[in-house]
Protein backbone atom coordinates (compact mmCIF):
# COMPACT_ATOMS: atom_id res chain seq x y z
CA UNK A 1 0.00 0.00 0.00
CA UNK A 2 0.76 3.64 -0.38
CA UNK A 3 1.88 6.07 2.18
CA UNK A 4 -1.72 6.86 4.07
CA UNK A 5 -3.18 10.10 3.74
CA UNK A 6 -3.23 12.65 7.21
CA UNK A 7 -6.62 11.46 9.00
CA UNK A 8 -8.25 13.00 12.18
CA UNK A 9 -9.76 11.70 15.21
CA UNK A 10 -11.93 13.42 17.81
CA UNK A 11 -10.82 12.72 21.09
CA UNK A 12 -14.54 12.00 22.08
CA UNK A 13 -14.41 9.59 19.08
CA UNK A 14 -11.26 7.81 20.11
CA UNK A 15 -12.51 7.02 23.51
CA UNK A 16 -15.81 5.23 22.39
CA UNK A 17 -13.57 3.20 19.98
CA UNK A 18 -11.35 2.25 22.71
CA UNK A 19 -14.39 0.98 24.61
CA UNK A 20 -15.64 -1.06 21.60
CA UNK A 21 -12.02 -2.52 21.08
CA UNK A 22 -12.24 -3.53 24.36
CA UNK A 23 -15.37 -5.32 24.63
CA UNK A 24 -15.47 -7.03 21.06
CA UNK A 25 -14.41 -10.24 20.15
CA UNK A 26 -13.70 -9.59 16.21
CA UNK A 27 -11.35 -10.19 14.18
CA UNK A 28 -7.91 -9.87 15.09
CA UNK A 29 -6.65 -7.91 11.85
CA UNK A 30 -9.38 -5.61 11.68
CA UNK A 31 -8.88 -4.86 15.36
CA UNK A 32 -4.99 -4.21 14.90
CA UNK A 33 -6.07 -2.25 11.56
CA UNK A 34 -8.43 0.28 13.68
CA UNK A 35 -6.20 0.50 16.34
CA UNK A 36 -3.39 1.59 13.93
CA UNK A 37 -5.63 4.14 12.43
CA UNK A 38 -6.10 5.19 16.07
CA UNK A 39 -2.71 5.68 16.65
CA UNK A 40 -1.37 7.55 13.69
CA UNK A 41 -4.48 9.94 13.53
CA UNK A 42 -4.39 13.55 14.67
CA UNK A 43 -6.07 14.23 17.68
CA UNK A 44 -8.55 17.00 18.23
CA UNK A 45 -11.88 17.75 20.48
CA UNK A 46 -14.96 17.08 18.89
CA UNK A 47 -15.85 21.14 18.69
CA UNK A 48 -12.88 21.95 16.90
CA UNK A 49 -12.91 19.15 14.17
CA UNK A 50 -13.34 20.25 10.99
CA UNK A 51 -16.79 19.50 8.98
CA UNK A 52 -15.06 18.16 5.98
CA UNK A 53 -13.17 15.28 8.16
CA UNK A 54 -15.06 12.12 8.40
CA UNK A 55 -15.71 11.09 12.06
CA UNK A 56 -18.22 8.28 13.41
CA UNK A 57 -22.06 8.66 12.41
CA UNK A 58 -20.76 10.72 9.26
CA UNK A 59 -23.00 10.03 6.19
CA UNK A 60 -20.18 9.79 3.57
CA UNK A 61 -20.50 10.48 -0.22
CA UNK A 62 -17.28 8.33 -1.46
CA UNK A 63 -16.03 6.66 -4.49
CA UNK A 64 -14.20 3.15 -5.06
CA UNK A 65 -11.85 4.55 -7.79
CA UNK A 66 -10.32 0.62 -8.18
CA UNK A 67 -13.68 -0.34 -9.62
CA UNK A 68 -15.28 3.29 -10.45
CA UNK A 69 -18.61 2.14 -7.88
CA UNK A 70 -20.09 5.32 -5.67
CA UNK A 71 -21.46 4.99 -2.28
CA UNK A 72 -23.48 6.20 0.19
CA UNK A 73 -22.88 5.33 3.87
CA UNK A 74 -22.84 6.49 7.40
CA UNK A 75 -20.32 5.02 9.41
CA UNK A 76 -21.67 3.87 12.65
CA UNK A 77 -20.33 1.32 15.38
CA UNK A 78 -20.63 -2.58 15.03
CA UNK A 79 -24.31 -3.11 17.21
CA UNK A 80 -25.37 -0.23 14.81
CA UNK A 81 -25.06 -1.71 11.63
CA UNK A 82 -26.37 -4.24 9.38
CA UNK A 83 -29.18 -1.52 8.15
CA UNK A 84 -29.32 -0.33 4.95
CA UNK A 85 -26.75 2.76 4.12
CA UNK A 86 -24.75 1.63 6.90
CA UNK A 87 -20.93 0.33 7.08
CA UNK A 88 -19.18 -0.87 10.66
CA UNK A 89 -16.20 1.20 12.12
CA UNK A 90 -14.78 -2.63 12.30
CA UNK A 91 -15.07 -3.18 8.44
CA UNK A 92 -12.41 -2.90 6.43
CA UNK A 93 -13.80 -0.16 4.05
CA UNK A 94 -15.10 1.65 7.68
CA UNK A 95 -11.69 1.77 9.29
CA UNK A 96 -10.03 3.19 5.68
CA UNK A 97 -12.90 5.96 5.73
CA UNK A 98 -12.33 7.24 9.30
CA UNK A 99 -10.52 10.49 9.94
CA UNK A 100 -10.43 11.57 6.44
CA UNK A 101 -10.71 14.83 4.72
CA UNK A 102 -12.98 15.86 1.34
CA UNK A 103 -10.33 15.09 -1.22
CA UNK A 104 -8.83 12.63 0.43
CA UNK A 105 -7.80 9.05 -1.19
CA UNK A 106 -6.65 5.66 0.62
CA UNK A 107 -5.67 2.98 -0.87
CA UNK A 108 -6.61 -0.17 1.28
CA UNK A 109 -7.46 -4.00 1.20
CA UNK A 110 -11.23 -4.97 1.04
CA UNK A 111 -13.07 -7.75 3.22
CA UNK A 112 -11.52 -10.34 0.72
CA UNK A 113 -8.03 -8.94 -0.01
CA UNK A 114 -9.32 -6.76 -2.94
CA UNK A 115 -7.33 -3.55 -3.56
CA UNK A 116 -9.79 -0.47 -2.71
CA UNK A 117 -8.66 3.55 -3.67
CA UNK A 118 -11.50 5.13 -1.39
CA UNK A 119 -12.30 9.16 -2.21
CA UNK A 120 -13.87 10.95 -0.45
CA UNK A 121 -16.62 13.35 -2.47
CA UNK A 122 -18.65 14.60 0.00
CA UNK A 123 -19.76 14.46 3.66
CA UNK A 124 -23.59 15.21 3.61
CA UNK A 125 -23.71 15.05 7.26
CA UNK A 126 -21.40 15.06 10.10
CA UNK A 127 -22.53 15.08 13.94
CA UNK A 128 -20.19 17.28 15.28
CA UNK A 129 -20.86 20.57 12.14
CA UNK A 130 -24.34 20.05 13.38
CA UNK A 131 -23.59 20.07 17.72
CA UNK A 132 -24.69 16.50 17.72
CA UNK A 133 -22.54 15.41 20.23
CA UNK A 134 -24.40 12.43 22.00
CA UNK A 135 -24.27 10.19 18.48
Known amino acids: MNKSPEITMTRLDIQRLDK ?13 ALEGEILRAKVVS ?3 VAADVVTMNSTVRFIDEASGREFVLTLVYPEQAGKPGTISVLAPVGIALLGLKVGQSIDWRGPSGRPLKLKIIDILYQPEANGDYHL
Open 46 to 48: HDH
Open 20 to 32: VLASLDAPINLLE
